[in-house]
């Protein structure tokens, strides 16, 4: 099976913890685009989705799944999105696709946290792929001299020739070279320098559930 169909494979799958009549989170990425193409059939079936991004939003409405703002929901019974890396107690990291703050933000808000993924994405040690951070952009040098006092080389994610800009106005820094062994406690720490928006590591609150697709099916880890 090519990377694609085991991608198809467990957004098809990740339909089993969709609540109907409920309101979906729904990440970012070509995982979460497939799942988000699965629930297009399944559209009158659900109240609508918290988008975490513009480009998901997108998405959704392209299949007419309502789009909700997150400041009208309280509770969504699900967030269902991609990652980069996993560990098998479910700290990720994401951001690859520069979503990571509304992810983290909308996943926050849900009851369970659905990791849609192709197996490649489990690894032992987080950390071979570049680690994002979100940062305000008058901060970028300061947060990229502390990022790189971590160990890390740091590099501004670049678009076009000019710096990535998020849908919230900010810059992504990469940091690659790290072995994360404790996800929870570089989370904290990268969060607690000044001009951090976000950190791409998803440990405090990781995913609940993965859905890994392996060449024999889908792998659920819980
Ligand atoms: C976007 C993300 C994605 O979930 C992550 O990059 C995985 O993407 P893909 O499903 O395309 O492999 O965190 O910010």
Redesign the pocket.
Known sequence: MTQDEL?QAVARAALEYVVEGAIIGV???????YFIDELGAMRGRIAGAVA??EATAARLRSHGIPVLDLNEVSTMPVYI????EIVESGAMI???????TR?KIVASVADQFVCI??GS?LVKTLGKFPL?VEVIPMAGAVVARRLGALGGQVKLRMKDGQPLVTDNGNHILDVSGLSITDPAAMENDINNIVGVVTV?LFARRGADVALLGMEDGVKTLQ
């Open positions: 991608k990440g970012t990425g070509s995982t979460a685009n975490s991004s999105d991609g990652a980069d994401k951001g690859g696709g520069g979503a990571l992810e993924a192709d994405k994002p791409g």
